[in-house]
């Protein structure tokens, strides 16, 4: 077998390449005579890959995109050996057959706002087609597999399992003295695509700044290349309470979910909500969507909101913030919570499948 790991050329990984690399070290140990190959490697998270062998295989398709080493070089290379793609895309032309791939959300279909026109096609060619074509398919949710199968992914080749957080547990839960918290915040986590309510939040956080004039409103996330971002939110934005952070690594992000007072998440559309799973780890309460699969990964660990709400949600936030009691329910339960999502486990259900196939 090959697993194409080329989330190891990510100088800036997110939630995708976070959790494709945490699975692969968890199937490295069960597939110690399989190939591990990437286009590159070029980020210093990913600094841990001398751990098991990955061989670097470029070739000059690479230097015009890497997703053509992976729809033709490695399925060339790989003659018919079975491929393990953790990215989320899977060949379609050439090694369909032999294809096995993760598949984390359709959100290309589900909310178009958030892609242009050219992700979208590709993304209908790499991942719907490719998983229509798959030898089997591995999702990270029971809504993502729903959502697989109205779309043509037939059921039986559809296996879920549960991912747990991106940041390394350690980080999430050392506990170390904060060094930015002169001043309550509540935390945002994601791109700044429509789907995650980017507006919504910022008009929520203007409700309650009304009664916590000094919190401020901290959101971790860029813009990423091909996908649409929120345009006109300057007019939401008033004061000097609200910070976009941009990108931060792992132990700066590990640091603001220790420490904030709550994460805010609510999206309209997610795969699975990695950042509940991360606060969870952290200690940290969470207010999230009660649409698509987030109530499913939430459960009761979290106040569960309707999103287009904000009246809603500012309520959430605050009983959060004005009861302790709330807030260390929460905590707990959240803690609780936590224990259903690990990569050992993740690594074990995804291991076994591929061992019966």
Known sequence: MYINARHLISGNPTGTHRASDRLLRELAAYFSRAKIVSPDIRSDQFDHAHDYKVHVLNHFLCTFHHQLWEQFYLPWISKKEVILNLMGTGQVLFGASRNIMVVYDLNFIL??????WKLRLWFQFAILMAARKARHVFTISNYSKQILAEFGVPEEKISVFYPGPGINPDLLSSGTESRIKDKPYILCVGSLQPHKNLI????????????????????????????NSVDGIDK?????????????????????YRNAEVLLFPSFEEGFGLPIVEAFYAGCPVVTSKCSCLPEIAGDAAALVDPHDHDEMASAVLSIIRDAKVRDDFIQKGFERSRKFTWKDAGETVARKIAEL
């Open 200 to 227: 919504g939040i910022l008009k929520t956080f203007k409700k309650i700044s009304a009664s916590q004039p000094d919190m401020r409103l901290l959101i971790v996330g860029k813009k990423q290349s091909y996908f």
């Open 111 to 116: 909310i178009k706002e958030s892609f242009n």
């Open 236 to 256: 939401f934005i008033t004061g000097s309470n609200v910070e976009f952070t941009g990108y931060l690594t792992d132990e700066m992000l590990a640091e603001l």
